[in-house]
């Protein structure tokens, strides 16, 4: 019965770990990652499960991603974005 508690203890800090990681990534890096996910507000909560099952997943391609140039890109990118609507405006 040790095994399965200490089992199932793990798992419990394991999610623990990943809704934290989750909530940051959500609040935080998920509109400096992605620019068409800026305004929407459900996808958020739809991919939450999935980012506290893959948490690891997602600091390892979070950090890459603020490492690399690719952010220096999306926030071109969104420049870019913002120009074109004030032009319909």
Known sequence: MVVAEIIILIAQIYCVIGFIVA???I???LSRVELA???AYLFRLQILPGLIL???IV???WVALERSGEKALLD???KQLDEEQ???K
Do not use: N, Q, S
């Open 23 to 25: 909530i940051v990534f």
């Open 27 to 29: 609040t935080i890096g």
């Open 37 to 39: 996910a800026r305004k």
């Open 54 to 56: 893959l948490w690891p």
């Open 59 to 61: 600091i390892v391609r």
């Open 76 to 78: 071109e990118e969104e």
């Open 86 to 88: 004030e032009g319909k």
